[in-house]
């Protein structure tokens, strides 16, 4: 493992905040913060619900609990309810029944209760403030916004008086709208792990790295996991790497000797450890054929190919946009330009595969329903994931993918890419 680049991405997490542990965790503090003070009630808001609670049981969270409790809660405690509720439009106090981490504490006001009577307590507290909405995770659209489990919604039932069952909605809405957005903060932080992203990628997709005839495509995934685990982070997703090669009609060659003239192909995401940001990142590498110190014309153009398609899919992002505009938009200028295209764009923040509108999806092309309705929103980030396939005259014109994807963020009207995107092939 190459111990000078491993140390100059530390380098890069600690002046973000985000490495070592201790400091990650205080950064992830912060975060916390500013998503419940910020995001939170521009959420609730727009959903028009005066109450949102999550419950959560032990082992079996609700996938939007990890965005709502601090970092050295990773698990709920027996169960826990967190309650919101709205006091005038841009104030909302937060409840929490059941027991909070040190970290998370300052953020709840804690509701006295006995082991056993959580229900009990959270009845007590509706009926004391009498909310019109209350908003709890059901959805069939969004998994993400479906948390709410089997007995936990039969113990509602049973719990909850008529009144309050009346008052009862879900809470989609208002999943969306919070999750879906970052808050400056997360932003930057997000454009870090981007970039030390596309450090591990570089580490792996070298002559350093790369020894034709020897190196396998795993070889070169377990060094990014190393890489990884050795930063104090996770892998999310992948490191999944694969290959095309001239002569062969299989389009994602894994677990292969690595030989020159071989076109690599990496799909990976990174977050730290204690911090639910990620980064979703594919690029591409042409091992070199001695003699060559590029790679054939035909090859270069299926990147460049890769970009225009890029550069159709920014343009089309705009507020309110539904993904399914895009999608649509995107597509068929492609093929007017006589691009053979796939677009399977998500949105990325607390999950990488995260809430809000996505365009297209793989093995899918066509309008999404649900998913594909929501609009994109300010202060919003994006996986730009996508595909085209193209003839390659050095390879008798065989069909050839490239694979992409570059992380986005759309502010103020303005699409743009965290950390640059891939022009130029990597070379090995």
């Not at 975060?31 to 005066?50: C, F, H, S, T």
């Not at 709920?76 to 909070?100: P, Q, S, T, V």
């Not at 890769?306 to 993904?323: C, L, P």
């Amino acid at each position: 493992m190459d111990k000078i680049n491993i140390n100059q991405m530390k380098h890069k997490l600690e002046k973000a905040g985000l490495y070592p542990l201790k400091k990650q965790a205080e950064t992830s503090v912060h975060v916390l913060e500013e998503r419940l003070n910020k995001l939170l009630p521009i959420a609730m808001n727009e959903a028009g619900v005066d109450c949102w609670i999550v419950l959560s049981r032990e082992y079996c969270e609700d996938p939007v609990f990890r965005s709502l409790v601090a970092w050295d809660m990773p698990n709920a405690r027996r169960m826990n309810a967190l309650i919101f509720l709205k006091e005038g439009k841009d104030r909302l106090r937060r409840f929490g029944i059941g027991g909070l981490s040190p970290a998370s504490q300052p953020f709840y006001e804690q509701v006295s209760f006995e082991y056993g009577s959580e229900f009990k307590a959270l009845v007590d507290l509706l009926v004391k403030y009498r909310p019109k909405r209350i908003a709890v995770n059901r959805s069939g659209n969004l998994a993400m916004a479906d948390g709410l489990t089997s007995w936990l919604d039969d113990a509602l039932c049973e719990y909850f008086p008529s009144d309050l069952k009346q008052s009862l909605c879900s809470a989609e809405d208002v999943v969306v709208g919070y999750m879906q957005r970052v808050t400056d903060l997360e932003q930057e932080l997000i454009r870090t792990i981007v970039d030390v992203t596309h450090n591990i990628i570089n580490m792996a997709f070298c002559k350093k790295a790369i020894v034709p005839g020897k190196t396998t495509t795993t070889d070169l995934e377990w060094l990014m996991r190393d890489a990884i685990a050795d930063m104090e982070a996770f892998f999310w997703f992948g490191p999944d790497i694969d290959l095309q090669r001239r002569g062969s009609d299989v389009s994602r060659m894994f677990n292969e000797i690595i030989e020159k003239g071989d076109l690599l192909h990496c799909d990976v995401g990174f977050r730290p450890a204690l911090l639910y940001l990620h980064s979703d990142v594919q690029r591409l590498c042409y091992v070199l054929k001695d003699g060559e110190k590029e790679a054939p014309e035909g090859i270069e153009q299926v990147l460049r190919t890769g970009n225009r398609f890029q550069d159709i899919v920014m343009s089309f992002i705009m507020e309110d946009r539904s993904g399914n505009d895009v999608f649509l938009r995107s597509i068929q200028q492609a093929k007017n330009e006589n691009i053979v295209p796939m677009l399977y764009t998500h949105p990325l923040g607390t999950y990488g595969h995260g809430a809000g509108p996505v365009f297209g999806q793989y093995g899918q092309q066509e309008i999404i329903p649900g998913r594909g309705e929501y609009k994109i929103r300010n202060n919003t980030c994006y996986a730009l994931e996508l595909n085209i396939l193209t003839p390659v005259p050095e390879w008798e014109d065989q069909p050839v993918f490239a694979y992409l994807e570059e992380d986005i963020f759309f502010r103020d009207g303005v699409a743009g890419y965290l950390s640059g995107r891939q022009t130029e092939l990597l070379l090995a």
